[in-house]
């Protein structure tokens, strides 16, 4: 054992340069082992903060982090290799290496984008703010975007190929790129108008008069919106007719209408003033009516069968279900008052008048 140990390092003195190479490796192994307790370390520190950024930087940068060392490491040993050993692919070591360095870098860009966003909606929806799910997943989207074509760029440049050339081919073909994919690049700059204007959102409720859509919007893709209809089925809008259409948004609705038509009989003509004072009253005190829209109940019509009082008012609420409850609740407070006033909600009713002239005395009776 004591004569093996000996000729190795005799071997070792012979050529110093493997001895050096153990030595990088061996340093890269150490240094990749305090990387990881460090930022182990640092991760149980910055979950315990309310910054969104710490916590997302520390978690996307360990592994892109690790590898970058590994690959340095490596590079700087077969560096060494390479001066000793005519090996013709050990030249395309540092190429390969810049390139690991671009891709993880882009890695860690992309894990970071992602994080980012994940932690901005979790913490406004644990304070209890409103968070607008389309932006956030617009711009991650876009900075991932952004962050690919970089890389790719990046990648190019250091294989050598002239990013002014593939710049230019790219303004040259994407004429023909967009003369063949017009439909597409149409879907994508809708769907760049939907992200910047914000028109909907992902769980509001749409409707444009134009088209045949309404439903609630579940998802906003760079090429479509799926819309979910109201008996469950999906609609799958190109973002392009968004640009075309009008598009009305029902979830923004500050308040609901009631607006009706209360028609009560001819013979109840001196009491529907009474009436009308009464359910404008009745609507002024309602908990459920907003006083501070407009509010108008007048008799405005001499209709065929009936004399008909408008009611229009508006609801605090805008919930489907809760709106109609309120409705439900002063149609019923209508018709008491209209009892009350001992008249009648008219119905469609006709009056036959029959002119009878008399008989001559020799007429035969019928």
């Known amino acids: 054992m004591t004569e093996f140990i000996h000729r190795v390092g005799l071997g070792f003195l012979a050529e110093p340069w493997i001895a050096r190479i153990i ?17 182990r370390h640092v991760r149980r520190v910055t979950v315990r903060t309310v910054n969104v950024w710490d916590d997302a930087l520390v978690r996307c940068a360990s592994r892109p982090m690790l590898v970058v060392i590994w690959l340095i490491g490596l590079s700087l040993a077969v560096d060494i290799l390479r001066r000793h050993v005519d090996e013709p692919f050990l030249e395309y070591v540092v190429p390969l290496r810049n390139i690991g360095i671009v891709l993880c870098l882009g890695w860690f860009l992309m894990r970071f984008i992602g994080r980012v966003s994940e932690n901005i909606v979790a913490a406004r ?3 209890g703010d409103e968070i607008d799910r389309t932006t956030v997943d617009a711009l991650s989207k876009l900075g991932r975007l952004v962050v690919v074509v970089s890389a790719l760029l990046l990648v190019l440049q250091t294989l050598g190929v002239s990013i ?7 303004g040259i073909g994407g004429i ?15 769907g760049l ?11 509001e409720w749409i409707r444009s008069p134009d088209k045949a859509i309404e439903g609630t919007v579940e998802y906003i893709s760079w090429r479509h919106t799926r819309v979910r209809a109201f008996n469950k089925n999906p609609i799958y809008v190109p973002n392009a007719l968004f640009t075309t259409i009008v598009v009305e948004n029902p979830s923004r609705m500050t308040n609901r209408r ?16 009474a009436i009308a004072n009464d359910i404008r009253a009745m609507l ?3 908990p459920d009516i907003d006083n501070a829209q407009t509010l108008i109940v007048n008799f405005t019509a001499f209709a065929a069968s009936s004399l008909d009082i408008l009611i229009y ?15 439900q609740d002063v149609l019923l407070k209508i018709a008491d008052i209209i009892a009350a006033h001992g008249a009648q909600i008219a119905f469609p009713t006709q009056t036959l008048h029959v002119d009878l002239e008399p008989l001559p005395p020799d007429a035969a009776p019928a």
Request: aromatic fraction near 12%; hydrophobic fraction near 55%.
């Open 23 to 39: 030595i990088i490796l061996a340093v890269t192994a150490a240094a990749n082992l305090l990387a990881e307790f460090l930022l």
């Open 125 to 127: 929806l644990v304070r």
């Open 164 to 170: 002014a050339g593939v710049l230019t081919l790219g």
């Open 176 to 190: 023909a790129v967009g003369f063949a994919a017009k439909d597409l690049l149409a879907n994508f700059f809708g």
């Open 193 to 203: 108008t939907i992200y910047l204007d914000r028109p909907f959102s992902v769980g």
């Open 258 to 273: 009631i607006r009706e038509v209360v028609g009560v009989r001819y013979d109840d003509l001196p009491k529907v003033a």
């Open 284 to 286: 002024q005190a309602h």
């Open 313 to 327: 008012t508006f609801t605090r609420t805008t919930v489907w279900v809760e709106y109609h409850m309120v409705k």
